[in-house]
């Protein structure tokens, strides 16, 4: 029996988080696009030990206090998932049942990247 899976030169290369966002729907799309005109940012607060384990938590109330404008759909999102304390205990290891009786543990690992660049290039152009 032949996989229906095309072969690997045929697959499109992979994109990063592109991919990700191109299967969202349009709206949301350009909401992810409009936060992402603050990435600088979010990324030199985010540098900060303590704004990153409050973002961990609670990212909405972070983005308001860096006075960052959040969409509408994004902002309700985050707000409801605050709301239902989603966020409170995102590190923990989850265990989940496949159907097929298989148990999956999530090992959640959050890096910030790109901070320390910025610095960098910033000091190479006051040299």
Known sequence: MASKKPPPEARPPDKGFR???????????????ELQKSERKILAALAK???????ATDPLTVLKGL????PPLIGQRLKDA???????NLAQP????LPNGQVVTTNVN??????????????????
């Open 19 to 33: 991919s990700v966002t191109d299967q969202l729907g349009p709206r949301l799309r350009a909401e992810f696009e």
């Open 49 to 55: 030990p303590e704004t990153a384990d409050r973002f």
């Open 67 to 70: 006075k960052i404008e959040v």
């Open 82 to 88: 605050s709301a239902n304390s989603d966020f409170s």
């Open 94 to 97: 989850h265990s989940f049942r």
């Open 110 to 127: 959050i890096r910030v990247t790109g901070a320390k660049d910025s610095k960098a290039k910033d000091s190479k152009a006051k040299d």
